[in-house]
């Protein structure tokens, strides 16, 4: 399995941006389809943008889309998520993933996990 450390999450006004990142480790990277996917105590995992192995394609999650833009790097083996407009609801557990299946939305398609990014935004 691939190794994956997300970073980049922190305290954030509303209306701002963060960027995540996730770095992996281990296995080669551009194998892997990759997804963003965040989790509040109390709730299910959300799926949030995924992404196929040589950045051809991309599916946003509906709190995504227009917001968040989802990228890769194979030759830095890393991957992304831009976030703007950032609201109150969008704080989570932000966590990367990567599935040797196919472009997935649901998290059961996914292999490896990372352990998480708090991202949290203030109103």
């Known amino acids: 399995q691939v190794q994956l450390v997300e970073s980049g999450g922190g305290l954030v006004q509303a209306g701002g941006s963060l960027r995540l990142s996730c770095a992996a480790s281990?296995?080669?990277?551009?194998?892997?389809?990759m997804g963003w996917f965040r989790q509040v105590p109390g709730k299910e995992r959300e799926f949030v943008a995924a992404i196929s192995w040589n950045g051809a394609r991309t599916y946003y999650g509906d709190s995504a889309k227009g917001r968040f833009t989802i990228s890769r790097d194979n030759a830095k083996n890393t991957l992304y998520l831009q976030m703007n407009s950032l609201k109150p609801e969008d704080t989570a557990v932000y966590y990367c993933?990567?599935?040797?299946?196919?472009?997935?939305?649901?998290?059961?398609?996914?292999?490896?996990w990372g352990q998480g990014t708090q991202v949290t935004v203030s109103s």
């Open positions: 993933a990567a599935a040797t299946t196919g472009l997935a939305i649901s998290s059961t398609m996914y292999d490896s």
């Open positions: 281990g296995r080669t990277f551009s194998h892997y389809d």
